[in-house]
Every structure is written in C-alpha cells, then in structure tokens.
C-alpha cells in the first residue's frame, strides 16, 4: 500500500529554523523537528509514507508566486505541494487559474493566520474557481494554540461553503475541527467534505475518533499528520491501532487521497 500523508509543512531551508522557532513561540508547543523538506522525506522513509503533501500559507498577497514557484520546484511523485492565495490579494482569481496551469493540485488556507473567515463572500470566487478547475482546498479547521478561540475557523462556516459550492473538494482538516469536535458532529459528520486526521488522536482519544471516523464515513476520511509537529511514524501507529480493518485503512491511507488528486475525483 502506498501511505499518502495530505497535511505536512515544509520549508526552504534558508527559512525553516526561523519559522520553526517563530511557530513554536506563537503556539507554546515544542516542534522536535526541523521543518526542512529533507527532514520531512527522512522522516516518511523511516515511517514508510510514499507520498506527503506540503502545505504553504499566504499570510501576505505578494507571497503567491513565491509559494507557488517554490512549490513548483519541491513538486515529485512523493512530494505534492498545495500553495495558496492570500484572501486581501486583488488577484485571488487569476492566481487561482495560475495554481491549476502549473499542475498543482489545491490550496491551503489558515484562517488565523490570513485573518478572514472562511464562509466571508469574498472567498467565493476563490472557491467558485477552485471548483470549476477541480482544485483541492484544505482549511485548517477548528481553534489554534496560537491564537484567541473565536469561531474564524469554525466547522459550520466550512458546511456553508460546501452547501454553497456542491462540488467543491473541501479537507476540513483535524477531522473537522481541533478541538470543536462535538460541533463537528453535528455540522460536518455525514457532509460530503473530506476530514484529515492531522493531530486529532491525541487529544480526541482512539475510541472517539473511531467513532466520528465510522459515522461520516471512512470514504471521506485522509490519513494526515501536521508534520513537523507530529511523529509520522507515531501517527501511522495510532491510525492503526483504531482497528479499522483493511478495507477501511486502505482508503484512509491511500485510496481517498488518490482519487482527490485526480482532476475530476471527488
């Protein structure tokens, strides 16, 4: 089988020892890894991930063609990059259509961190476009140890984009939302998004996750770490220990993935 981890972070390695130490100030969690792209590919070798994809964050507009060139040059069969638009960038769309021409397959967007909010009309030509182009969007869903608990990025702000944009191949990440996940329940379990599991097991606990994993439907469930700030390895085990069954591991740790990344997949 070959493991695909949708929600890891890396960096150019002239930047990532600032943004490692920045990021775990802000959080006041410690990041035991380096953050680098070579870290990240040692770290899925000793796990046995074929395949991880590297999220980046516009927290400025005049960031997208660096993101996006970056992610062009880092893009392999075992890394795939999802770059980003700033939401205040007055060019969102055409960068949108630009992300998709250079074969990238989505986005990532941090409500916190861009400062918006996810369901805000002015995203909805991001999203309208996103659509049409068959692009991948991945929110980070839920709170964030960062930043003061308001509802930024809130699961039924992402159910509103979705009843809105039918279509749309949403990863509400964390399955759904860190730390929100009784309102994930009753907004998000059953809608046709996608939940990654990034850094969710810890804190939700196996039988819990088990539980939500089994009610929304493993079909739409991703085996995601938030490497650098979880073991890939330790995440792969904790998955396991869930006692899913094969059928089941085998799409959250393969099939799901793979069908997204194909350009009509849904």
């Not at 035991?32 to 590297?54: F, H, K």
């Not at 969102?92 to 998709?100: K, L, N, P, S």
């Not at 308001?150 to 191949?169: D, H, M, Q, S």
């Not at 097991?201 to 819990?208: A, C, D, V």
Request: charged share 25%.
């Amino acid at each position: 089988m070959n493991i695909v981890d949708t929600h890891t972070h890396a960096f150019p390695d002239g930047l990532a020892e600032r943004a490692i130490t920045a990021l775990a100030e802000a959080s006041r969690l410690p990041i035991p890894r380096d953050g680098t792209l070579g870290g990240l590919t040692a770290s899925m070798d000793e796990a046995g991930i074929a395949q991880s994809w590297v999220c980046s964050i516009a927290t400025r507009p005049d960031q997208f063609q660096s993101i996006l060139n970056w992610s062009c040059a880092i893009a392999s069969e075992r890394i795939v990059p999802l770059a980003s638009v700033h939401p205040d960038d007055p060019d969102a769309d055409a960068h949108v259509r630009q992300i998709h021409a250079r074969g990238i397959i989505g986005m990532k967007f941090h409500p916190y961190y861009q400062e918006f909010d996810i369901d805000e009309a002015r995203m909805d030509p991001v999203y309208a476009a996103a659509e049409e182009l068959g692009l991948v969007i991945l929110f980070h869903a839920g709170f964030d140890p960062a930043f003061p608990r308001i509802r930024r990025a809130a699961c039924e702000r992402i159910a509103r984009v979705a009843g809105r944009f039918p279509r749309l191949k949403v990863i509400a990440a964390h399955l759904g939302g860190w730390i929100d996940w009784e309102m994930v329940e009753k907004e998000l379990v059953g809608r046709s998004v996608y939940l990654d599991l990034a850094t969710t097991i810890p804190f939700l606990g196996l039988e819990k996750t088990r539980a939500m994993v089994l009610a929304h439907g493993p079909e739409r469930v991703l085996f995601a770490t938030d490497w650098p700030w979880a073991s890939q390895k330790d995440s792969l085990a904790a998955v396991r220990s869930l006692g899913l069954g094969a059928e089941i591991e085998k799409a959250i740790f393969s099939a799901n993935a793979q069908r997204l990344m194909t350009r009509d997949g849904a």
